[in-house]
């Protein structure tokens, strides 16, 4: 994946010259780290790429950040830094026959006295034996190692190579970060973009934190000659729309949906929508937004608002029956619904309690009054005998003990003062009364 001033394919020198008609985000290549945007907590005198330039020296590293944000621009101004020799592949064009020739010529060079900054762009494309192949050359310090990847190195690289890289985050870039960008892209255009101020405010939103996009649709504008400033319609009707950055297997999806989950736990009706809405404009399966806020119903509101896995449902068949995006509506009823609904995870706790419990004491045989007996042996040796049938008793309640006989009976549900549980609270509350009267306990 090409990167902020990144060029394609990668040049084996930070310092190849661009020709004149280089596209607008290769001209503005940073040519020192101090030029870099957006990344200061790393490349700054206390940042971890700072003091390593500083003293010289660089470890491997993992860079890990979104698109447009400085990857390939920062590896490249590594080398140069420190004086490295740069040597780039990407994982999505490579194979075992390129990284055998990379290390090859990175030990030719390293007899030579020079060593090599090998940096590999996508690095989670690689399988996770081509990752291994990394591990000999890196610790006999054949190669500098610098992976840029746009995934979550904890889920898609070896946990081996992860022990031997220093994994470096960087930002997203921010709307003052991509205004540097703009104000760079007309210093040397040598004019200002036709665009008010609405519609630039628009153009760096719609971004959303890639610099290279950015400095794509600044080009655009650029070589179409306007003479007249653009409003933010204009703006949309001349650039296409940016399709929101939304993998469904990778972390963006786990992202969203936690914070969905969150934001519905945490009672934000407000904010639910808008994590919702994230999900369906990425285009995720609206079969599993249901599944995930079914079980929301039954975890965080559970007996609070019985109505809540029940409305649940009904969004599931409203969805089935209308399709999207007609269907999609009433999943955001149902979402509404669970944020603004009382809170209980009291049965999520009881059932997590009941099971441990369950795991503890194995197989114990439940008393045999409350047994069924089938059979006239299972008769003759008790079972059922003496069973006390709750709707002939008084109140429709005997208080029998349905503990298994080894066991002191438990207290896993206990509900909460919130909506419906209130009631089922004052019922407990009655039965236990019950008991202590017929000295039941």
Not at 393 to 401: L, Y
Request: hydrophobic content about 45%; glycine content about 8%; some cysteine.
């Amino acid at each position: 994946m090409a990167d902020l001033f990144a060029a394609d394919p990668l040049p084996d020198s930070p310092d190849a010259a661009l020709v004149e008609d280089a596209p607008l985000a290769d001209r503005l290549r940073p040519r020192a780290l101090e030029e870099v945007i957006g990344q200061e907590h790393l490349t700054g005198p206390a940042g971890a790429i700072g003091r390593m330039v500083a003293a010289g020296r660089l470890s491997s590293m993992i860079l890990w950040g979104p698109p447009g944000t400085g990857k390939t621009s920062i590896a490249r101004l590594l080398a140069d830094a420190v004086g490295l020799r740069f040597h780039a592949i990407s994982a999505v064009f490579s194979g075992v026959a390129d990284l055998k020739k990379a290390f090859a010529e990175a030990r030719d060079y390293a007899r030579m006295g020079k060593r090599t900054l090998l940096f590999v762009d996508e690095i989670h494309r690689f399988n996770r034996a081509q990752q291994d192949g990394f591990l000999p050359y890196v610790e006999d310090g054949t190669v500098v190692l610098v992976g840029a990847t746009t995934e979550n190195p904890s889920f898609e690289l070896n946990a081996a190579l992860l022990s031997r890289a220093q994994v470096l985050i960087l930002n997203r870039l921010d709307s003052a970060a991509l205004e540097k960008l703009l104000d760079r892209a007309e210093a040397i255009e040598g004019r200002p973009l036709p665009l008010d101020d609405a519609a630039r405010a628009a153009m760096i939103a719609s971004a959303d934190g890639d610099g290279r996009f950015l400095l794509n649709q600044a080009e655009t504008l650029f070589s179409v000659g306007l003479t007249q400033k653009l409003d933010p319609g204009g703006l949309a009707q001349l650039l296409h729309r940016r399709v929101a950055v939304y993998d469904k297997d990778r972390e963006g999806h786990y992202n969203l949906i936690s914070a969905l989950h969150k934001a519905v736990r945490g009672s934000d009706p407000q904010a639910s929508l808008y994590y919702l809405a994230r999900m369906l404009v990425g285009g995720e399966e609206p079969l599993f937004l249901l599944r995930r806020i079914v079980r929301m119903a039954s975890e965080d509101i559970g007996l609070a608002d019985p109505q809540a896995l029940v409305q649940c449902l009904a969004a599931k068949d409203a969805y089935d029956f209308l399709g999207s995006p007609e269907g999609e509506l009433a999943i955001a009823n149902a979402v509404v619904y669970l944020a603004t609904a009382p809170k209980s995870n009291a049965g999520y706790k009881a059932y997590g309690a009941a099971s441990r419990s369950a795991k503890e004491t194995g197989s114990l045989m439940p008393p045999r009054n409350i047994l069924n007996a089938p059979t006239k042996l299972m008769k003759s040796i008790g079972y059922g005998r003496d069973y006390a049938y709750d709707h002939n008793a008084e109140d429709a309640f005997s208080g029998d003990n349905y503990w298994p006989d080894e066991m002191e009976p438990q207290t896993f549900y206990e509900p909460t003062p919130r909506g419906f549980e209130a009631k089922i609270a004052e019922r407990l509350a009655y039965w236990e009364n019950l008991r202590a009267e017929r000295g039941l306990k």
